[in-house]
């Protein structure tokens, strides 16, 4: 059974009611939860500011389609980490390293609001218990579907998995296209970043470390 205490320092932001303001809202907004309808009235403002008619065909449904989108994509800040392990932590006596790879993962960046995406490893040593495989890429995904640097989502996942697992050691890797840096400027090489946070054991230990890598590679 997962304390709440022990998941202090991760941001658990749960739908707010909003603060019911319309002024400025379109009419037809009026009736629709007010954190869509300001997200809808400021998506239209966008298109208008950039040289486009926003009552056009194409284009009418657009900023309540992104409002609604913004819901799946971010979604990251709703889930109770404490719900999403609780029951699937399990006492084990294995003491060898645990690696979950190839996790496909896709954030925002926070910096531009454009999507990077790409691949997490996910390792642990355990010490007494071990979590159930699937809920490791869903630790993945509520990091990324967030606003997000990838160095700050690294560390976030490793931190989660030290705090409930209270582990030897954590390593994560996280690979990442970034779209901001793809689709602008002129250069058409498109290096991928790679950010790593490894706490306990695997900081200590250069072979170890050394492992995780060779078996992340393989
Ligand atoms: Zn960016």
């Given at each position: 059974m997962l304390d709440a205490t022990k998941i202090n320092g991760f941001h658990i932001i749960t739908n707010g009611n909003g603060n019911g303001k319309s002024n400025g809202y379109h009419k037809d907004l009026l009736t629709k939860a007010p954190e869509k309808a300001a997200i809808e009235e400021a998506v239209r403002t966008i298109l208008a500011n950039v040289?486009?008619?926003?009552?056009?065909d194409g284009l009418v449904g657009t900023p309540n389609r992104i409002a609604r989108m913004y819901d799946e994509i971010l979604a990251g800040y709703h889930v109770d980490p404490v719900k999403l392990v609780n029951g699937a932590l399990f006492d084990v006596d294995y003491g060898e390293m645990v690696l979950v790879k190839d996790i496909e993962y896709f954030s925002m960046c926070e910096h531009h609001m454009l999507p990077f995406f790409g691949r997490a490893h996910v390792a642990y040593l355990p010490s007494d218990k071990v979590i159930g495989l699937s809920k490791i890429p869903r630790i993945v995904d509520m990091f990324a579907?967030?606003?997000?640097?990838q160095e700050r989502m690294t560390s976030q996942i490793a931190q989660m998995m030290d705090e409930i697992l209270q582990p030897r050691g954590v390593a994560v890797m996280v690979e990442g296209s970034h779209m901001c840096s793809m689709m602008?400027?002129?250069?058409?090489e498109h290096p991928v970043m790679v950010t790593t946070t490894m706490l306990g054991d695997f900081k200590e230990d250069k072979e170890l470390r050394e492992d995780f890598l060779r078996q992340v590679r393989r």
């Open positions: 040289g486009e008619d926003p009552d056009r579907r967030r606003l997000q640097v602008r400027g002129v250069k058409k």
